[in-house]
């Protein structure tokens, strides 16, 4: 059973467009929301991550928007570069018994035309 | 910091060969994590342990797969005998529940072909 789900599974975006990732959960034991972002080649490595005490959180031109009522979570890129190019996860934690278990989406692979 | 260090980097062997597959973790994190990458199943858990216990290995596929962490340093996931559906990448990654951080920090990676 996939814990979080995340979609579309592949995104193709213009250079300087907006490309935006969108993630579900069920868990609400889930207090912890990264993203990491993947390059061809490389581990997987923390992007940007939000609790959900807030509702949003920006990082230069990546920015999450968190729902807790609807528990879903998305990661927006603004102006977004042929640099961003690269297969993206969205994760959830949670608290106690889990220590710092990640549960990872399928991912999505984005693709910015110059 | 070195970061996390796997290796080999690639492997490639046949089926029925032992395969074993290495991890050193980031000095002074207490968490360590295996991770398997193919495209069909995306990024899937293995194992995880905390402090070199073994906490949950629900996401080993089969008996024919095996980890071990001996100490806070070194840890190894071994598939014996190996298939060739066992080709994929294999990642290990490790955090410090101690300082109250969920960040994991993978390697670069292991890519495994069995022929």
């Known amino acids: 059973q996939q814990q979080v789900k995340q979609s579309p599974q592949s995104l193709i975006v213009q250079k300087g467009g907006i490309s935006i990732i969108n993630c579900a959960y069920e868990n609400t034991a889930f207090d912890y929301f990264p993203w990491y972002q993947q390059f061809p080649g490389k581990g997987p490595a923390l992007l940007i991550a939000i609790r959900p005490d807030v509702s949003e959180k920006k990082e230069g031109r990546f920015t999450i928007s968190f729902n807790k009522s609807a528990k879903q979570f998305s990661l927006h890129i603004m102006d977004s570069q042929p640099g961003d190019s690269a297969t993206y996860f969205c994760?959830?934690?949670?608290?106690?018994?889990?220590?710092?278990?990640?549960?990872f989406g399928r991912g999505t692979q984005l693709t910015v035309w110059p | 910091d070195a970061g996390v260090i796997q290796s080999p980097r690639h492997e490639v062997t046949e089926m029925g060969q032992e395969v074993t597959l290495r991890c050193k973790p980031i000095?002074?994190?207490?968490?360590l994590f295996w991770y398997r990458q193919t495209m069909m199943r995306g990024l899937e858990l293995l194992i995880y342990f905390n402090n070199n216990v073994p906490i949950d290995d629900s996401g080993m596929p089969e008996d024919r797969f095996s980890a071990k962490m001996p100490n806070a340093s070194f840890s190894t996931l071994k598939i014996q005998p190996s298939e060739p559906r066992d080709s994929a990448v294999y990642f290990c990654a490790s955090s410090s529940r101690d300082r109250g951080s969920h960040e994991q920090y993978f390697g670069p990676g292991t890519r495994l072909t069995v022929t």
């Open positions: 994760a959830a934690s949670g608290r106690g018994s889990t220590l710092g278990r990640l549960y």
């Open positions: 000095s002074g994190h207490n968490s």
